[in-house]
T-cell receptor
């Protein structure tokens, strides 16, 4: 799977929007962009995914650059419960075997009250 | 329950002891993954099952690690002759299909401490 680059940590104030960036300059045409987050002492949980177009769901929005070399996860109104490690992951729909999620080190988001 | 269940939640093993970690995936899920997560790191892939077939075990760190899913549902990760470097959280995830545009559901993990 292609590599992603994320900042190690970010801070946000409660009730403000948060933009979490991810660079994936070597992305291929068959890679989906997935975001997972991991709250303290929990397993990772799915947030959102997309291929080319921007995506919205009840948890977040995903903005994908036109050249697909970067994306941004947007939390519209951060709460204390959103403090977690956020992982940007590429999954190749063309790969032949496990298609497992390959986690990097992610971005640790701190939400300040 | 509705989610992926792992047991035990915590396990302390003496060095050299064998351990078995259990994963109950969501009913009907075809895909099952095991991950290892060291403190402060992201999860690292260990192995993957599609139903009862183990299609990828490239992430298993040594031949002391063994995983099975004999009936295509419950899976067990076994570690023989545990070493201190095996101390980590072991995560299990299941997915409805092999398709990469679907989500994986993770359990809370088993924290293994080898003393």
């Amino acid at each position: 799977d292609a590599k992603t680059t994320q900042p190690n940590s970010m801070e946000s104030n409660e009730e403000e929007p948060v933009h979490l960036p991810c660079n994936h300059s070597t992305i291929s045409g068959t890679d989906y962009i997935h975001w997972y987050r991991q709250l303290p002492s929990q397993g990772p949980e799915y947030v959102i995914h997309g291929l080319t177009s921007n995506v919205n769901n009840r948890m977040a929005s995903l903005a994908i650059a036109e050249d697909r070399k970067s994306s941004t996860l947007i939390l519209h109104r951060a709460t204390l419960r959103d403090a977690a490690a956020y992982y940007c992951i590429l999954r190749d729909r063309g790969s032949g075997s496990a298609r497992q999620l390959t986690f990097g080190s992610g971005t640790q988001l701190t939400v300040l009250p | 329950g509705a989610g992926v269940s792992q047991s035990p939640r915590y396990k302390v093993a003496k060095r050299g002891q064998d351990v078995a970690l259990r994963c109950d995936p969501i009913s009907g899920h075809v895909s099952l993954f095991w991950y290892q997560q060291a403190l402060g790191q992201g999860p690292e892939f260990l192995t993957y099952f599609q139903n009862e077939a183990q299609l990828d075990k490239s992430g298993l760190p040594s031949d002391r690690f063994f995983a099975e899913r004999p009936e295509g549902s419950v899976s067990t990760l076994k570690i023989q002759r545990t070493q201190q470097e095996d101390s980590a959280v072991y995560l299990c995830a299941s997915g409805l299909s092999r398709q990469v545009n679907t989500e994986a559901f993770f359990g809370q993990g088993t924290r293994l401490t080898v003393v």
